[in-house]
């Protein structure tokens, strides 16, 4: 079945470290997303790539880095620069155009412990 | 500045009855509107959307209302079914912003049985 698989589903980070949050996608979209989402808010765009070794900065990009390598994956790190990275994290990957929907991963949820 | 915005955090519904959640935006540059819905620690799944050239689209029990006037639309979910209790994101996406979507808060469905 195609889908979008994000890894781990939950992980802790020590304060002070840079962590990397997989997605990997079986759809063959071309472009691909990751959202942030905090407790009783909507989704905020971090970083998107609508090709492969391009990606642009979204509404929260401060503190988290991305690459896009290959088609199937878009991993993000979060990094110490990032002051509050309790969230929960979600990718998502559509065909080029407005008119798609997102599929979405089933998320990971990172703790600063 | 929150460009689109679900003003109501929560409803509460009767099984059988009908369910309407609402959404409001402030960018005229949007022209294609999207709902999800999203069960807790997964992923929002792709629900219904409506292009601004349309007023109305309707998949099954779910209908969506578009009001370019007003700056607002509008899920309408009938019957509703204790499944259907969720948070219900709308989103909207403009053909000039590569495709990315903006999220309103959510809206929690609760259908009682």
């Known amino acids: 079945d195609g889908g979008i698989t994000q890894s781990p589903k939950y992980l802790f980070r020590k304060e002070g470290q840079n962590v990397t949050l997989s997605c990997e996608q079986n759809?063959?979209?071309?472009?691909m997303y990751w959202y942030r989402q905090d407790p009783g808010q909507g989704l905020r765009l971090i970083y998107y790539?609508?090709?492969?070794?391009?990606?642009q900065k979204g509404d929260i990009a401060e503190g988290y880095s991305v690459s896009r390598e290959k088609k199937e994956s878009f991993p993000l790190t979060v990094t110490s620069a990032q002051k509050n990275p309790t969230a929960f994290y979600l990718c998502?990957?559509?065909?080029?155009?407005?008119?798609?929907?997102?599929?979405f991963g089933s998320g990971t949820r990172l703790t600063v412990v | 500045d929150q460009q689109v915005k679900q003003n109501s955090p929560s409803l509460s519904v009767q099984e059988g009855r009908i369910s309407i959640l609402n959404c409001d935006y402030t960018?005229?540059?949007?022209?294609?509107f999207l709902w999800y819905k999203k069960y807790p620690a997964e992923g929002p799944t792709f629900l219904i959307s409506?292009?601004?050239?349309?007023d109305k689209n309707e998949d099954g029990r779910f209908t969506v209302f578009l009001n370019k006037s007003a700056k607002h639309l509008s899920l309408h979910i009938v019957p509703s079914q204790p499944g259907d209790s969720a948070v219900y994101f709308c989103?909207?996406?403009?053909?000039?912003?590569?495709?990315?979507?903006?999220f309103g808060d959510g809206t929690t469905l609760t259908v009682k049985p």
């Open positions: 759809l063959n979209h071309d472009a």
């Open positions: 409506i292009s601004s050239i349309k």
């Open positions: 989103a909207a996406s403009g053909t000039t912003n590569a495709g990315k979507s903006t």
């Open positions: 960018n005229s540059m949007f022209d294609y």
């Open positions: 790539s609508q090709i492969v070794n391009d990606f």
């Open positions: 998502a990957s559509t065909p080029m155009g407005i008119a798609y929907g997102y599929t």
